[in-house]
Nanobody, 122 residues
Framework: QVQLVESGGGLVQAGGSLRLSCAPS????????MGWYRQAPGKQRELVAT???????NYADSVQGRFTISRDNTKNTVYLQMNSLKPEDTAVYYC????????????????WGQGTQVTVSS
């Protein structure tokens, strides 16, 4: 079973930067839209940013201008560059793929990674 694996989380001071990465654990053909979501303690999971296979992006208002989502389709990897981090960005960040092609006519829908903790200290 293919899984999404995130990396790059950690502890950083306010104003600092982190870069998250997410890639599938096994061989696949392609991924449609990929995205990053986050969940802070006591809050619902929320959209951070998404990127289509063609490179179109969408951002939450709270991260617009500070975060940049990108992807490398040759590696089926998505990245989230987070700059000017704030304490309110503290959360577990999850990678998502809406559709993964794993075979000639076989797809996985709605895949999630296990999450990576991002903590921003004030």
């Amino acid at each position: 079973q293919v899984q999404l694996v995130e990396s790059g989380g950690g502890l950083v001071q306010a104003g600092g930067s982190l870069r998250l990465s997410c890639a599938p654990s096994g061989n696949i053909f392609s991924i449609n839209t990929m995205g990053w979501y986050r969940q802070a303690p006591g809050k619902q999971r929320e959209l951070v940013a998404t990127i289509t296979s063609g490179g179109s992006t969408n951002y939450a208002d709270s991260v617009q201008g500070r975060f940049t989502i990108s992807r490398d389709n040759t590696k089926n990897t998505v990245y989230l560059q987070m700059n000017s981090l704030k304490p309110e960005d503290t959360a577990v960040y999850y990678c998502n793929a809406d559709r993964i092609r794993v075979g000639a006519s076989k797809y996985l829908f709605g895949s999630w990674g296990q999450g990576t903790q991002v903590t921003v200290s004030s």
